[in-house]
């Protein structure tokens, strides 16, 4: 079985608050570091709460790249 992890790349899929951007994959990046941390150390400002202790992946990435074509998604009925 082929593991998937660690990522290289990353593309980013915007939303519809993006407006005519959104609904699409218009950026990517290379993953530079993937580092384990402490919600509290990613989310410095909020107050600790039970969460805080959980560990996450941060990934660091290099300058984002624009797409030349965007990716959109097909939007449909059903």
């Not at 994959?25 to 993953?31: D, F, G, I, K, T």
Request: proline fraction near 3%; aromatic fraction near 16%.
């Amino acid at each position: 079985m082929k593991q998937h992890w660690a990522p290289e790349w990353l593309a980013f899929y915007q939303t519809k608050v993006f407006g005519n951007e959104g609904y699409a994959v218009n950026y990517y990046a290379r993953v530079q570091n993937i580092c384990k941390v402490y919600r509290c150390e990613l989310f410095p400002d909020e107050a600790l709460n039970e969460k805080s202790q959980r560990q996450y992946y941060q990934l660091k990435i290099l300058a984002l790249q624009r797409l030349n074509r965007a990716v959109v998604r097909a939007l449909h009925n059903g």
